[in-house]
């Protein structure tokens, strides 16, 4: 046999070095895929491989063009961070909200080329929406030179329930009308291309792990206070969507039996008592006048007493329910967004109260809560993070769980 006979044989034997090398280099590439930039550190805990297999591969797909590698910082020391080479493709994040649309355009290795939003009506139909949202993207898209063959899908954010069989909002959501609506063929029609439709929970929560500083937390609870209240949960490193799709619904976990009632149709729900609506209603009648969450934050800055005792009263109904989650699934982190995160610890510290207070005491004391970084733009960039994990993935599966689990610990 010569010897480019040997070496065909090895390339394509299952336990050969080179076909070894192959797999691990590929594990590499879809960590990367998955959660875009990271350091080798980072990429050796979450595959399990050495850091000098990690360093060879790196240097190999830097060689390659595959990979760049550049200096950052991690934990305060020096590191190379790695990330995928820009490709040609494209992906479309859409966040549907109460009053609003964003749009975000990323490239693979989570690179954010630019984005846009505009206020929508309170009330807005989805047709009428779906269309600003198009002339938003077809805007953006020329603006910065993307043709639409680049286009790989749009991951889509709404604020609501979702039933993944029908793949249609159901009765609870902040945008009742959506409700029942085929919310999938309109947007692929007004788009003209793949959609990915999910909760805007659940994409804040996939922010987290993949734009986020939450790259390599296999278990992450993701908690959006708003006009509506709802979590998205990462379970072993990946979305945890349950048997319908209806998940992380803790807007709707009871906090007073003889509570008020709740546009769910239960009572004394957790909306009812922490929602931004119920904020900004109660301080604007006990100041006498219209507040806005602009104004509530300043006035909690600035020391005010009513707002205080409003926010330590949500916060602390806030940790209570998150002890329940807390004490089912034992998540490292719980990360708080939405409009309020601005308050930073004036808000989160009632919420530990509660946490500590609720929780079983080595559970409180062990899990981490901590602000969203991402502001307004988180749920958009889960969206677009769902599209590029989608085109990663085999033709017509969802995309595989991430290796990360307990190799991180």
């Known amino acids: 046999m010569s010897a480019d006979q040997r070496n065909s044989t090895a390339g394509t034997n299952p336990g050969s070095q080179s076909a070894l090398r192959g797999l691990n280099e590929e594990r590499v590439m879809a960590m990367l895929r998955s959660h875009g930039t990271l350091t080798q550190a980072a990429l050796a805990r979450a595959t399990g491989l050495s850091t000098a297999t990690i360093s060879n591969i790196v240097k190999s797909?830097?060689?390659?063009?595959?990979?760049?590698?550049?200096p950052t910082t991690s934990s305060g020391r020096r590191a190379l961070g790695v990330s995928l080479i820009d490709a040609a493709d494209v992906a479309v994040g859409i966040d549907f909200g109460r009053s609003h649309v964003r749009v975000v355009l990323a490239r693979s290795g989570f690179r954010?080329?630019?984005?846009?939003?505009?206020?929508?009506?309170?009330?807005?139909?989805a047709e009428e929406s779906i269309s600003v949202a198009a002339g938003m993207l077809r805007k953006l898209r020329e603006e910065l030179g993307i043709e639409h063959g680049q286009l790989l899908g749009a991951g889509i954010g709404i604020p609501g329930p979702i039933d993944h069989r029908t793949m249609t909002v159901i009765r609870g959501a902040i945008l009742p009308e959506w409700v029942g609506i085929d919310i999938e063929s309109q947007l692929q029609a007004a788009l003209d291309l793949p959609v990915f439709i999910d909760n805007d929970a659940n994409l804040g929560a996939l922010a987290q792990i993949t734009w986020g500083e939450h790259q390599v937390c296999p278990n992450l609870c993701f908690?959006?206070?708003?006009?509506?209240?709802?979590?998205?949960?990462?379970?072993?490193?990946?979305?945890?969507?349950?048997?319908?799709?209806?998940?992380?619904?803790?807007?709707?976990?009871?906090?007073?039996?003889?509570?008020?009632?709740?546009?769910?149709?239960?009572?004394?729900?957790?909306?009812?008592?922490?929602?931004?609506?119920?904020?900004?209603?109660?301080?604007?009648?006990?100041?006498?006048?219209?507040?806005?969450?602009e104004g509530i934050i300043e006035q909690a800055r600035a020391?005010?007493?009513?707002?205080?005792?409003?926010?330590?009263?949500?916060?602390?109904?806030?940790?209570?329910?998150?002890?329940?989650?807390?004490?089912?699934?034992?998540?490292?982190?719980?990360?708080?967004?939405?409009?309020?995160?601005?308050?930073?610890?004036?808000?989160?510290?009632?919420?530990?109260?509660?946490?500590?207070?609720?929780?079983?005491?080595?559970?409180?004391?062990?899990?981490?809560?901590?602000?969203?970084?991402?502001?307004?733009?988180?749920?958009?960039?889960?969206?677009?993070?769902?599209?590029?994990?989608?085109?990663?993935?085999?033709?017509?599966?969802?995309?595989?769980?991430?290796?990360?689990?307990?190799?991180?610990?």
């Open 223 to 293: 908690l959006k206070i708003g006009s509506g209240i709802g979590s998205g949960l990462i379970l072993n490193g990946s979305l945890h969507y349950g048997s319908l799709g209806v998940t992380g619904e803790i807007g709707h976990s009871t906090i007073f039996d003889q509570g008020l009632i709740c546009r769910c149709g239960n009572r004394g729900c957790l909306e009812t008592v922490a929602s931004t609506g119920i904020i900004i209603e109660l301080l604007s009648r006990a100041h006498g006048a219209p507040v806005t969450i």
């Open 61 to 70: 797909l830097v060689a390659a063009n595959r990979v760049e590698a550049t």
């Open 303 to 409: 020391g005010d007493s009513a707002t205080l005792r409003i926010i330590g009263d949500m916060g602390a109904a806030v940790g209570h329910a998150l002890a329940n989650v807390a004490n089912l699934l034992s998540p490292e982190v719980i990360v708080i967004g939405g409009p309020l995160a601005p308050l930073g610890e004036i808000l989160l510290e009632p919420i530990r109260r509660g946490l500590l207070r609720h929780a079983i005491p080595v559970i409180g004391e062990n899990t981490v809560v901590r602000m969203a970084l991402l502001g307004d733009r988180a749920e958009a960039l889960g969206a677009a993070a769902l599209v590029l994990r989608h085109s990663h993935s085999p033709a017509g599966t969802a995309p595989q769980p991430s290796p990360l689990q307990e190799s991180l610990r």
């Open 112 to 125: 954010l080329l630019g984005e846009n939003h505009t206020a929508l009506p309170v009330g807005h139909r």
